[in-house]
């Protein structure tokens, strides 16, 4: 089945230790993006890149980066993981910035210890 | 800029009882309108969307939600829930000149009990 998977699905780090989610989908979408939801609250868009053209939201921190080295791969960098950024990191695609349903995955659980 | 509101944070109901969600957004230009699901530990899941054309638009799960643009509107709806409709649900905006950024209401936690 065509789906986004993400690796791993909890992820636990050390406070300032750097971490790499990782997103990969089958669809062949042109258009990833990358969502924190923080506890029982709504996913918020980070960024996401069209084929390989990156798009920053204007109030995502310095501290996250991402990396699309193809298609099928997508990666959010956080350089010095804080407290406040343990959340569920929710990746998800779409054909392209025009057709609008997103898929999404399974979710990637940060804890920062 | 738009907004999504979704004043109840949880409803609980009993199995096999009607629910209805309910959802209200702001926007200065036209939007897209989405219904999300996510089950514990899950991704989000598209339950139904609204494009143009009929007002009434039936989704995934037996769910069906009504566009009202005068009262700027989308509640989902489901006439009988059962036990595995317990999830968390999100409206969705998207300006239909930007469509690809969705913007989240809060979330409605839906408790079915038996």
């Known amino acids: 089945d065509a789906m986004v998977i993400q690796n791993p699905r909890y992820q636990v780090t050390q406070f300032g230790k750097p971490v790499t989610l990782s997103c990969s989908q089958t669809l062949n979408h042109n258009v990833m993006y990358w969502y924190q939801q923080k506890s029982s609250q709504a996913p918020k868009l980070l960024f996401h890149y069209y084929d390989k053209d990156f798009n920053n939201e204007a109030d995502t921190p310095d501290n996250f980066q991402s990396r699309r080295p193809n298609t099928s791969f997508c990666f959010l960098d956080i350089r010095s993981p804080g407290l406040g950024d343990a959340a569920m990191y929710l990746c998800?695609?779409?054909?392209?910035?025009?057709?609008?349903?997103?898929?999404f995955g399974p979710g990637t659980r940060l804890t920062v210890l | 800029a738009q907004s999504v509101t979704q004043l109840d944070s949880q409803v609980p109901v009993f199995e096999e009882a009607p629910v209805e969600l309910r959802c209200n957004y702001s926007s200065s230009v036209s939007v897209y309108l989405f219904w999300y699901v996510q089950y514990p530990n899950q991704g989000l899941q598209l339950l139904l969307k609204y494009l143009s054309g009929s007002t009434l638009v039936k989704g995934i799960n037996g769910f069906e939600a009504e566009f009202n643009k005068s009262q700027t509107s989308f509640h989902l709806r489901k006439p009988s829930v059962h036990i595995s409709d317990t999830a968390e649900y999100f409206c969705?905006?998207?300006?239909?000149?930007?469509?690809?950024?969705?913007?989240f209401g809060s979330g409605t936690r839906l408790l079915v009990r038996p």
């Open positions: 969705a905006v998207s300006r239909m000149d930007s469509s690809y950024k969705l913007i």
């Open positions: 998800a695609t779409s054909m392209s910035r025009t057709y609008n349903e997103q898929f």
